[in-house]
Antibody, heavy 121, light 110 residues
Framework: EVQLVESGGGLVQPGRSLRLSCAASGFTFDDYAMHWVRQAPGKGLEWVSGISWNSGSIGYADSVKGRFTISRDNAKNSLYLQMNSLRAEDTALYYC??????????????WGQGTLVTVSS | QSVLTQPPSVSAAPGQKVTISCSGSSSNIGNNYVSWYQQLPGTAPKLLIYDNNKRPSGIPDRFSGSKSGTSATLGITGLQTGDEADYYCGTWDSSLSSWVFGGGTKLTVL
């Protein structure tokens, strides 16, 4: 059974940093692309970033480009999102999500339960 | 403003059929596969349809997907109260080099 467990969320002041983690299990982690997708309170889904199986292909939404960095450690079956220069508009539930193949343009097929990030002074 | 356009809400009676549209452009729907996701209240999204019209194992055949040109449609037949949820379309956008989602459609089963 695929399991994606996010951690690292919390309350942070504007301009500060936070690092999210996602622990994956139930599948061969290094065979698949991974993503971060966020959902602001009461709003729709917004893709944040994706990374291919070997980190050779990485993409970011324009809204986070230059501030967020996605990475993965295949030896630890883990996905990360380093978030710097946080803004109030980054407040959202952040989902870790799995692609159904190695490339970041493949469909997203599994989602974690999310970790909440609140940016406020 | 989402790259993909969905109606904010649809409704129908139990047992009836409903369709949800998703409109895009040649850089996304027109040249890439479409997925559909169901988000029940307070839960994470769940994949319903991938590659325009394929259902993952465990998804009942009451759910169907289709694509024509730069638009896609999700169909749900035999509506049940448990189908009340938000539904999102999503696809890769080749120009943006990013995944894009529709704004979501809230389904109410009256």
């Amino acid at each position: 059974e695929v399991q994606l467990v996010e951690s690292g969320g919390g309350l942070v002041q504007p301009g500060r940093s936070l690092r999210l983690s996602c622990a994956a299990s139930g599948f061969t982690f290094d065979d698949y692309a991974m993503h971060w997708v966020r959902q602001a309170p009461g709003k729709g889904l917004e893709w944040v970033s994706g990374i291919s199986w070997n980190s050779g292909s990485i993409g970011y939404a324009d809204s986070v480009k230059g501030r967020f960095t996605i990475s993965r450690d295949n030896a630890k079956n883990s996905l990360y999102l380093q978030m710097n220069s946080l803004r109030a508009e980054d407040t959202a539930l952040y989902y870790c999500a799995k692609g159904d193949s190695s490339a970041i343009d493949a469909p997203i097929d599994y989602w974690g339960q999310g970790t909440l990030v609140t940016v406020s002074s | 403003q989402s790259v993909l356009t969905q109606p904010p809400s649809v409704s129908a009676a139990p047992g009836q059929k409903v369709t949800i549209s998703c409109s895009g452009s040649s850089s996304n729907i027109g040249n890439n596969y479409v997925s559909w996701y169901q988000q029940l209240p307070g839960t994470a999204p769940k994949l319903l349809i991938y590659d325009n019209n394929k259902r993952p194992s465990g998804i009942p055949d009451r759910f169907s997907g289709s694509k024509s040109g730069t638009s896609a449609t999700l169909g749900i037949t035999g509506l049940q109260t448990g189908d009340e949820a938000d539904y999102y379309c999503g696809t890769w956008d080749s120009s943006l080099s990013s995944w894009v989602f529709g704004g979501g459609t809230k389904l109410t089963v009256l």
